[in-house]
């Protein structure tokens, strides 16, 4: 079976001496669902940021839908990025953005037409239940319906790897 993440010996850390992954040996197959735990402060947030390329592999070797992730050119993080789903543990909605705008985000950096796109945003905004809440702000709305918003997001340009930190702590 395709794997769509591989890690060999990954070490993650913000600062040159420390450790917040230390050595870490997993793969994970393409169309499962895995769910990664462990206390607050052990690092499953850093994991993630290295699948997504916000923080680049200290040692050892990370391939994430077939790129390797070890000194990532912009380009290829940028198309990485096209084809990945995220739900931040902050949300990171726009605040001056509507509801709908905010779904549409990732259609828009896809280049979809605003037709094509509208009728995704609706279907999408359906599903979480916010069809009501399309013309607010994300500030007018609640966590968990905030929390909603990413999700429809995250699934805006049909991705083909979704990674969700912690995407129903207000749900
Ligand atoms: N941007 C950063 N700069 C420096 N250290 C950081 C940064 N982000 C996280 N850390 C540290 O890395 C460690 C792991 O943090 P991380 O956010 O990955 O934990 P977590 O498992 O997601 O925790 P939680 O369950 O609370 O979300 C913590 O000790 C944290 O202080
Ligand atoms: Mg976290």
Redesign the pocket.
């Known amino acids: 079976m395709d794997k769509v993440i591989i890690a060999e010996n990954l070490s993650l850390s913000?600062?040159e001496f420390e450790t917040?992954i230390s050595k870490a040996n997993f793969s994970i197959d393409a169309g499962s669902f895995v769910f990664i735990t462990?206390?607050?402060?052990?690092?499953?947030?850093?994991?993630l940021k290295s699948f997504y390329g916000a923080i680049e592999p200290r040692a050892g070797s990370l391939m994430v839908g077939g790129v390797k992730m070890n000194r990532i050119s912009t380009g290829k993080l940028n198309f990485l990025r096209r084809h990945v789903g995220i739900v931040f543990?902050d949300y990171k909605l726009i605040k001056e953005w509507t509801i709908e705008k905010n779904v549409m985000l990732p259609l828009i950096i896809s280049g979809y037409t605003k037709d094509v796109s509208g009728a995704q945003v609706q279907k999408l905004l359906g599903h979480v239940k916010l069809i009501h809440q399309s013309g607010k702000y994300p500030p007018e709305l609640s966590g968990g319906e905030q929390q909603r918003v990413a999700m429809a997001r995250a699934l805006a340009h049909n991705p083909i790897l979704i990674l969700a930190?912690?995407p129903t702590g207000n749900l």
């Open positions: 913000y600062k917040i462990g206390a607050s402060g052990s690092g499953k947030s850093t994991l543990q930190d912690e």
